[in-house]
């Protein structure tokens, strides 16, 4: 399995433009999670899927934030308008099904650095 | 809120030397704690996990050690390679239905040949 596919890799874009952040998770993952990070802040998680459906989106910073996963083997992070302070890379990874009282391992993928200028 | 922190955020070792990363946790309630190790240009790749019932877990030139009575954890690399490069994560974790990952500020570790 070639991993957690994200793309693109980079992204430049202007105040005010529309940008769509895209994201392959592992065949047969379960969790899809989609996270920011910046310098300031660390890793953060802005949300997550199970089964295609969002579960958790209390991190997804504002309005402007949305993510979409319309089929098991694919998922986008768009922000529309974005804003200077978006600027960071945006990670997406996947994992197994949890077991109860237990956890499976994410796998992240390279990641997008974003920046808007 | 609940946090996970670092207390140092550079290390440099020479290359061959041991290397000893903590990491401070707040929430008692975690199960799981897992060190992340991330290299330029790349996402977060699993090392090593303990549980919350564990003191002591070892793996391939690492070691992580838990003490729930200070709430700390640490990361042990032995005979520290240039391959070792990288920004360290330690995270934790309260198991569920939603496994909450919850990362630490990240320590970087800088390899002197």
């Known amino acids: 399995d070639a991993g957690v596919i994200q793309s693109p890799r980079h992204e430049v874009t202007e105040m005010g433009q529309e940008v769509t952040l895209r994201c392959k998770p592992i065949s047969g993952h379960d969790y899809l999670f989609w996270y920011r990070q910046t310098m300031m802040r660390g890793l953060e998680l802005l949300i997550y899927?199970?089964?295609?459906?969002?579960?958790?989106d209390s991190g997804m910073p504002e309005d402007r934030f949305s993510a979409k996963m319309p089929n098991a083997s694919f998922s986008t992070l768009k922000i529309q308008p974005s804003e200077p302070r978006d600027s960071a890379v945006y990670f997406c990874a996947s994992s197994l099904i949890v077991v109860a009282g237990g956890y499976n391992e994410q796998f992240f993928g390279p990641g997008t650095r974003l920046t808007v200028l | 809120g609940e946090s996970v922190g670092l207390h140092l955020p550079t290390l440099s070792v020479q290359e061959g030397d041991n290397s000893i990363i903590n990491c401070a946790y707040s929430n008692s309630a975690s199960d799981y704690f897992i060190w992340y190790k991330q290299e330029s240009g790349k996402g977060p790749q699993f090392i090593i996990d303990?549980?919350?019932?564990?003191d002591k877990r070892q793996g391939q030139r690492v070691t992580v050690l838990l003490n729930k009575t200070v709430k700390h954890l640490s990361l042990q690399i032995a005979a520290t390679q240039p391959g070792d490069s990288a920004v360290y994560f330690c995270a934790e974790i309260v198991s569920g239905g939603y496994q909450k990952v919850t990362f630490g500020t990240g320590t970087k570790l800088q390899v002197i040949p």
């Open positions: 899927f199970n089964n295609n459906v969002p579960i958790d």
């Open positions: 303990i549980r919350s019932n564990m």
